[in-house]
């Protein structure tokens, strides 16, 4: 029979990147402003296979993020940054293409997510791994 794995699968913090937009009342931090929502294949993975994940990323109405590809390299991109876990190998992770979207401030369209957006990874699970419960923290720079 095969071992089984319990995945806790991510804890998620939202940090904000350098840019925050304006606001009536000020700047406004990014971050405050994104939702992001977990779905993973199972949450009970056998020894030697993959779960597969998807986390949607809701960015509020009016509200952008720089996308995993920023246009220019002095902005900072959407990112996972996702801590190393013994027995869990994270594989496949791709980012959604972003937008291009012009702004006032910029000569040039910005590549940019807004609305809804995925992020979607594998997480592939050794067939050494003992049987327990396992949580997978990452941090999601917007």
């Given at each position: 029979m095969p071992t089984i794995t319990r995945?806790?699968?991510?804890?998620?913090?939202?940090?904000?990147?350098?840019l925050a937009q304006s606001t009536p009342g000020g700047l406004s931090s990014t971050a405050s402003k994104v939702r992001a929502a977990i779905q993973v294949s199972t949450d009970r993975v056998p020894a030697g296979s993959i779960a597969r994940v998807g986390i949607s990323l809701t960015i509020e109405d009016?509200?952008?993020?720089?996308?995993?590809?920023?246009t220019y390299d002095y902005l900072i991109g959407t990112?996972?940054?996702?801590?190393?876990?013994?027995?869990?190998?994270?594989?496949?992770?791709?980012?959604?293409?972003?937008?291009?979207?012009?702004?006032d401030f910029a000569?040039?369209?910005l590549s940019v997510y807004d609305k809804t957006v995925t992020i979607f990874l594998s997480l592939r699970i050794s067939?050494?791994?003992?049987?327990?419960e396992y949580r997978v923290p990452a941090k999601l720079r917007v």
């Open positions: 995945l806790l699968v991510f804890s998620i913090v939202c940090l904000s990147g350098a009016s509200w952008h993020v720089n996308s995993y590809t920023p990112g996972l940054d996702i801590e190393p876990v013994e027995g869990i190998i994270v594989s496949d992770l791709r980012y959604p293409p972003g937008h291009h979207q012009q702004f000569e040039e369209p067939e050494k791994l003992e049987p327990g």
